[in-house]
């Protein structure tokens, strides 16, 4: 079983759609949840980051967080076709640094 | 604030050679790792340092890996003896001694060894 798992798409949205993209982990001591993007040929950009339970909202981003079920999601609001890119979801345990990451899923904003 | 650096961004080499790749992390951060990506994969991780003391290192990173950050600043990675199989983008990323603490990638070094 993979430690990070993400639906690797494609994921397509029309433009001004709401985006909805799901991890679960399978380490229960995770502690620390990150997204980050990245578009083709480029590095991970980091555009959330999330440690308690419940959602974290930063402009049109938002991440929720479910340690009991072991799932973390982002959504993106009013989706831009710049948003199309592949998403990246990471997690980290307590007392390890070192970040997990899924395979990342692929989303494509319709225009 | 100047992000993370890498050098150099792109590298063909033959197999059996050797590659050295440098990281210039974010000034304040003193915690530095290395990942590897391949196509269609996220970022797996090799090894990371706090300060100059390499804390953990992967099962990934075989005996021809070799990673230094000497003065807790900038770090190298070398691979001696390249393989075909590491062809991969390089990632450095660097993060505060924070629990938690936020990574920050650099551009990432694409290696191509033909």
């Known amino acids: 079983q993979k430690e990070v798992e993400q639906n690797s798409g494609p994921l397509s949205v029309p433009e001004g759609a709401i985006a909805s993209l799901n991890c679960t982990y399978s380490?229960?001591?995770?502690?620390?949840f990150f997204w980050y993007r990245q578009y083709s040929g480029k590095s991970p950009e980091l555009i959330m980051f999330i440690y308690s339970n419940g959602d974290k909202e930063d402009g049109r981003f938002t991440a929720q967080l479910n340690k009991a079920s072991q799932y973390v999601s982002l959504l993106i609001r009013d989706s831009q076709p710049s948003d199309s890119a592949t998403y990246l979801c990471?997690?980290?345990?307590?007392?390890?640094?070192?970040?997990?990451f899924g395979t990342g899923t692929r989303l494509t904003i319709i225009p | 604030d100047t992000g993370v650096s890498q050098n150099p961004r792109h590298k063909i080499t033959k197999r059996g050679q050797n590659v050295t790749f440098r990281c210039d992390p974010i000034?304040?951060?003193?915690?530095l790792y290395w990942y590897r990506q391949t196509l269609g994969q996220g970022p797996e991780f090799l090894t990371y340092?706090?300060?100059?003391?390499?804390?953990?290192k992967s099962r990934l990173l075989s005996d021809r890996f070799s990673a230094e950050r000497p003065k807790g600043s900038f770090s190298t990675l070398e691979i001696q003896r390249t393989e075909q199989g590491d062809s991969a983008m390089y990632l450095c990323?660097?993060?505060?001694?924070?629990?938690?603490?936020?990574?920050?990638f650099g551009p990432g070094t694409r290696l191509t060894v033909t």
């Open positions: 340092f706090q300060n100059e003391a390499q804390l953990e």
């Open positions: 990471a997690v980290s345990g307590f007392g390890n640094e070192k970040l997990t």
């Open positions: 000034s304040e951060h003193n915690r």
């Open positions: 990323a660097s993060s505060q001694d924070l629990v938690g603490g936020e990574q920050y």
């Open positions: 380490d229960r001591g995770s502690q620390s």
